[in-house]
């Protein structure tokens, strides 16, 4: 039977806990209000589409995924400029014209991963001022009508001994901005004054490998609660303190979605894999390495490449973990050496199976560890992806990974409404769906937009073909569907 829930009431869901002036029509941040994917606008928005049907505007970008945010008739998106500069525009929404931009010599700038962008980060936005995070330049917020500095708050550069390079953004909540980075040597979490910029409170997060989930506000008893997830844990803040009030033991190492809230529950689906596996195989088994089942220092260096390992990596990590000082890691040395003993999480070194994933469902709330009276329901299954977060409307869980194989839940049990089954698309997912006017947007690293019913059953509405790849997570306000491919931003609309 099917459950329907009324706009109005996944509006005044999304309003609770946005307790600042949000229009319905506003997308101010990552995937929206609360991060959720999900427009309660009751516009029209179109179910075919192509590079040039249903197109009511395009602008050209430099390279980047960062995501475009909507706020009070403004469209606010990143791109690289050129070396070592980076760039912030402001577009009116209804006809695309640029009413500003913003650009910053970003000076020397790591190398990062061919998926990812040096404009990576999506911006924050309410009517008055845009927020924009740079991995060098720090916090910025800018006037959201002329561009004008408003304040800049520097942070420690990040550092990630992959290459992933920085990928989370800020999230507005009533008078804060909040901002989490997980990196591989300064993982903090900050809350800001979102007029003038200074630090609230901080979290240290030293018990954290790299994340990439962006953090969300869940109603409970006690009042609204931040929720963070991350290595091994997913942990409820106090919002006024920063103080962890809980914590669930249940993730993995490293977690790259964004939990998805409902009426006082988080939903996550996650995948990853174990860190000394990684290092392992890339660093050991790899062309520079001895293949003796033991890492050092050299080995590491040599895999990373010129770009020299700083030392405060080695002391948090291999120092850490060569118990016997014999300048190797070997077997439990190499799981000590990345995690905290505290707080390990994911396949140990010797796993024969190293990827897990899990779906699960976990009330907000309570005080200290909660993970045996607050975990709902928790699933070891084949469907999640470890970038793609999921999407949560009504009574309905909805998950996509790469190779366009999609599931769908119930909410209340985790049974599936339909359990992996291909959305016509094969291919990488990097964006995460959205929902607005009854339909699904899920958009495939190959330019191609595949719209689906919003209903208990699979039902493919269209396969829409661009001429660029996409990365970043489209966005829905104003009556349009905003699509940010690597080299455009492209406005879809009815009318």
Request: aromatic share 10%; charged share 20%; with cysteine.
């Amino acid at each position: 039977m099917k459950i329907a829930v009324p706009a109005t009431q996944l509006l005044v869901s999304l309003l609770l806990v946005f307790p600042y002036v949000l229009s319905a029509e506003d997308w101010p941040q990552f995937r929206g209000p609360n991060c959720s994917g999900i427009s309660t606008a009751s516009d029209a928005l179109p179910v075919k589409f192509s590079a040039t049907e249903k197109v009511r505007w395009t602008a050209d970008l430099g390279d980047g995924i960062g995501c475009p945010v909507v706020a009070d008739g403004r469209i606010f998106v990143s791109a690289v400029v050129e070396n070592r500069k980076i760039g912030l525009y402001c577009f009116d929404s209804a006809s695309g014209r640029r009413l500003w931009e913003r650009t910053w010599d970003t000076g020397l700038l790591l190398e990062v991963h061919e998926t990812n962008s040096h404009a990576s980060t999506t911006p924050a936005a309410d009517a008055d001022r845009v927020y924009f995070y740079s991995s060098t330049l720090g916090m910025l917020a800018l006037d959201a009508r002329s561009g004008a500095d408003v304040w800049r708050q520097k942070l420690p550069v990040p550092y990630f001994v992959f290459k992933w390079g920085a990928g989370i953004s800020p999230v507005l909540y009533g008078d804060k901005l909040l901002f989490v980075q997980d990196d591989d040597i300064y993982p903090a979490l900050y809350a800001f004054d979102k007029s003038t910029g200074k630090i609230l409170w901080k979290d240290d997060r030293s018990d954290m490998a790299v994340n990439y989930s962006h953090p969300v506000i869940c109603e409970t008893a006690a009042g609204p609660e931040l929720v963070v997830a991350g290595t091994g844990k997913l942990i409820g803040y106090n919002l006024q303190t920063g103080r962890r009030q809980w914590h669930a033991r249940t993730l993995l190492r490293n977690i790259k979605t964004t939990p998805a809230v409902q009426d006082g529950v988080v939903y996550i689906s996650l995948e990853s894999g174990g860190i000394a596996n990684q290092w392992l195989a890339t660093a050991d088994r790899s062309d520079t390495g001895n293949s003796d089942g033991k890492l050092s220092k050299e080995e590491m260096q040599a895999f990373v490449g010129e770009i020299k390992i700083p030392p405060a990596f080695f002391k948090k990590t291999f120092d850490r973990g060569d118990a016997n000082k014999d300048g190797l890691l070997e077997g439990s040395e190499l799981d000590r050496a990345f995690l905290p003993a505290d707080n390990f999480a994911g396949a140990a070194f010797n796993d024969v199976n190293p990827s897990q994933r899990f779906i699960q469902a976990v009330r907000g709330g309570g005080k200290g560890d909660v993970t045996q009276s607050h975990v709902l329901w928790n699933i070891a299954d084949r469907t999640p992806d470890h970038i793609v977060s999921p999407l949560v409307l009504e009574n309905r869980m909805f998950v996509v990974k790469g190779g366009g194989i999609s599931s769908c839940f119930n909410t209340a049990d985790g049974e599936p409404f339909w359990h992996l089954r291909r959305i016509q698309n094969i291919g990488e997912y990097f964006a995460s769906p959205i929902c607005g006017d009854g339909k699904i947007y899920v958009a495939g690293e190959n330019g191609t937009v595949i719209v689906l019913a919003a209903e208990e059953q699979l039902k493919v509405l269209a396969k829409n073909r661009l001429d660029d790849s996409i990365v970043a997570t489209p966005a829905i306000a104003d009556g349009r569907l905003l699509v940010r491919t690597r080299t455009k931003l492209i406005c879809f609309g009815e009318k």
